[in-house]
């Protein structure tokens, strides 16, 4: 995927104000409208010019663009890091799946998920007494906070206009409280946190995406915990019991006599909590010790005479 300069594609500075991209977007759509124009790729220019504007028309996209932009030429491959959108605030005004499919894979893949189209704010002019927006954000968890459950402060970004048709930035922060055993996707709701309503409705509601930053040895895979286990050859040969490190203590594990190297374990119900909870799942590692040394180099010569061992040769099953 290449990334898009859409300030390029409208002919505007990045620090370019509101007004400025409208008048850019509206000479640009009478040069390549495919109903006036003569320019033979007209229709392909004027779906990559709504594109643009689309997205610098829009405080909220414009302000996330700014940030994972920073850097990138246009047509430079591109792939949005994980979470690169986590923290920004976003009102109802986003695209659906459908919709941001009828623009490139860059904008489908960074926008598609943000937002429910138009339907909120429809539906607050056809009625004075009307429900506020629903907001949304991802914010980015430790895995910890899924283990136990938290309380956790929670800076939000409110993209904005300013007085000069510049966008600008708010801070917003809230105290949010975690549910023990929350996984990624699942969605935290924050009732009334949304776009005020019209004739005395109801706000709106935030709704908060969970996403877990990356664990230095824990990945997540549904409610599912995953993790590599490191063990010695005379552990995994003979059989043994290791402890394993894991946020709510140290765990007594046994390792089967005969355990090769790449064998998963699992043990039931040591995964994020739930009804019912996840597993843990444990790769086995096997680390040979290093023959650094002449008594080490001394016991592999041993192994080597007495073993017999060939593991390159097909084994009786």
Aim: charged share 30%; hydrophobic share 35%; net charge neutral.
């Amino acid at each position: 995927m290449q990334y898009k300069d859409y300030y390029q594609t409208l002919g505007v500075r990045r620090d370019a104000t509101a007004e400025e991209i409208r008048t850019a977007f509206r000479k640009l759509a009478r040069k390549y409208h495919p109903d006036v124009s003569k320019e033979p790729d007209a229709e392909q220019r004027m779906k990559e010019i709504n594109e643009a504007h689309a997205v610098l028309a829009d405080p909220e996209k414009r302000a996330a663009y700014d940030q994972l932009g920073q850097g990138y030429r246009p047509g430079q491959e591109f792939r949005p890091p994980p979470g690169w959108d986590a923290g920004f605030e976003f009102s109802g005004r986003g695209f659906s799946p459908h919709e941001a499919a009828e623009f490139s894979d860059f904008f489908a893949e960074l926008f598609g998920r943000m937002g429910g189209g138009m339907g909120g704010a429809f539906r607050a002019r056809q009625d004075y007494h009307a429900r506020g927006e629903d907001h949304h954000a991802k914010v980015l968890l430790d895995i910890e906070d899924s283990l136990h459950g938290a309380t956790r402060q929670i800076n939000l970004r409110v993209p904005r206009l300013d007085a000069g048709g510049r966008v600008t930035v708010d801070t917003r922060t809230l105290n949010v409280r975690i549910p023990q055993g929350v996984r990624p996707g699942q969605v935290i709701r924050l009732a009334g946190q949304g776009t005020p309503g019209t004739g005395g409705a109801p706000a709106g509601d935030l709704l908060l995406e969970v996403e877990f930053r990356p664990h230095a040895r824990l990945a997540v895979d549904g409610a599912d915990l995953r993790m590599t286990l490191p063990v010695a050859p005379w552990e995994a040969a003979l059989g043994a019991v290791v402890a394993v490190d894991l946020p709510d203590g140290a765990l007594k594990l046994r390792i089967p006599e005969g355990t090769q190297d790449g064998r998963q374990l699992r043990v039931r119900g040591k995964g994020l909590p739930g009804n019912p909870p996840g597993d843990l799942l444990l790769d086995i590692r096997i680390v040979l010790p290093p023959a650094d040394t002449p008594r080490a180099r001394e016991l592999y010569a041993t192994m080597a005479r007495e073993l017999a061992f060939d593991p390159r040769r097909p084994r009786r099953s």
